[in-house]
């Protein structure tokens, strides 16, 4: 039987000092406008920035379940959920279980109703522990309840009924929305670029309205500086198949009011010049200028075939040069949007979990769970 978090508070066999702080803080993480606003102003000051992770024993605990798991199941590196209920004399496994986005099933939610039904079916000990795994941090916002607040919720609930401590274990940071968030999305190489060129964010915003770039928010514009620090990057592990083709599309685009056979040896060249230039893609990390100094070297020395007439070739090595700028700074303003969403991602989930910890410490422990190197290369 399952009850309401206020019931199992007031009616359990355990008892939640300072229930009302506990709601409200809960109530704020329920509120994803508000809480996206909190989390800014802490990535802003680059706060909460650590990894929270459970102590060294649970820790271990995880690796074992997760050894065992894996052995058993095979390795898995999408979202997947698994559990475990620890007794005195024995080891419940259940898992792993996948999310069914057609019918808005988190593993979460499985792994809950389970939780619930295994602990409803027995005499429960108090020294039974229920350790919960997932791929990725529970999601803190969707349609409906998010699962790290369901998850929450629930372990208050076994705590207060059963007397049972839970952990939760995960290897990602998911955030709000995870991958799909989209507080980032319109971040383009331009505003990227005045960022940079701009000491603060007032002469940036001036530089920004003379270039009718839309201005970024002084919290976005701190993020991305930060970011700039390092801005370097290598090109290879962002650029892979037909990605690579589809970047000099507009080279062949120069050929089609050619006739056909000469169409045909112009656009042979146009391939040998894409294949050719893959050397391009460095595996050390490079700044943008490095990157587009490279490619303008590339087309300029670049021997094409004598079959190609001069204003042929140069208007290939234009193009190509077009071509590359485009790539480069689209591929450097995509990092810096992935980047954005990771760094805000693990902000969300610690800054959750700092939040909360001083009410459920007695009966939770949530943190991102860190493997050894070998069990690292399984999930990856």
Not at 112 to 117: A, L, P, R, V, Y
Not at 235 to 261: M, P, R, T, Y
Request: some cysteine.
């Amino acid at each position: 039987m399952s009850c309401t978090p206020e019931a199992c508070v007031n009616g359990g066999r355990k008892t939640l000092s300072d229930t009302g702080s506990f709601f409200e803080q809960m109530s704020a993480w329920a509120d994803t406008q508000y809480s996206v606003k909190k989390v800014l102003k802490h990535l802003k000051f680059r706060q909460a920035n650590d990894d929270i992770s459970p102590n060294e024993s649970v820790n271990k605990k995880f690796m074992e379940f997760h050894r065992d798991i894996t052995e058993e199941c095979g390795a898995e590196d999408k979202q997947h959920s698994w559990a475990v209920i620890e007794k005195q004399e024995e080891i419940v496994m259940y898992g792993p279980y996948y999310p069914n986005y057609n019918s808005g099933e988190h593993s979460e939610d499985i792994i809950i109703k389970q939780t619930q039904e295994l602990l409803e079916s027995e005499s429960v000990s108090e020294e039974w522990k229920v350790y919960v795994f997932t791929m990725n941090s529970p999601c803190l916002a969707r349609n409906t309840n998010a699962c790290m607040l369901n998850l929450v919720y629930k372990a208050l609930e076994w705590w207060s009924v059963y007397g049972v401590k839970t952990h939760i274990g995960y290897l990602k940071c998911w955030g709000f929305k995870g991958t799909k968030e989209n507080l980032f999305k319109d971040i383009t190489y331009s505003q990227v670029d005045c960022v940079d060129q701009s000491e603060d964010h007032k002469s940036y915003v001036k530089a920004a309205e003379k270039t009718e770039i839309n201005p970024l928010c002084e919290i976005v514009f701190t993020a991305v500086k930060h970011l700039l620090r390092s801005a370097s990057f290598a090109l290879i592990n962002i650029v892979q198949g037909q990605d690579w083709k589809g970047c000099f599309k507009n080279l062949h685009g120069i050929f089609e009011s050619l006739a056909e056979e000469e169409k045909e040896i112009c656009t042979r060249e146009a391939n040998t010049v894409i294949e050719a230039a893959q050397v391009l893609l460095s595996e050390t990390s490079e700044s943008v200028e490095e990157y587009l100094e490279r490619g303008r070297a590339f087309a300029l020395d670049y021997a094409f075939s004598s079959q190609l007439s001069d204003a042929i070739q140069d208007r290939m090595r234009l193009t190509f040069q077009h071509c590359w700028k485009e790539m480069v700074q689209g591929k450097y303003a995509e990092l810096i949007r992935e980047k954005l969403t990771e760094d805000f991602n693990q902000c969300t989930v610690r800054l959750f979990i700092r939040d909360i910890a001083k009410f459920t410490k007695e009966y939770l422990e949530i943190g991102r769970i860190e493997f050894s190197e070998e069990a690292s290369q399984v999930v990856r």
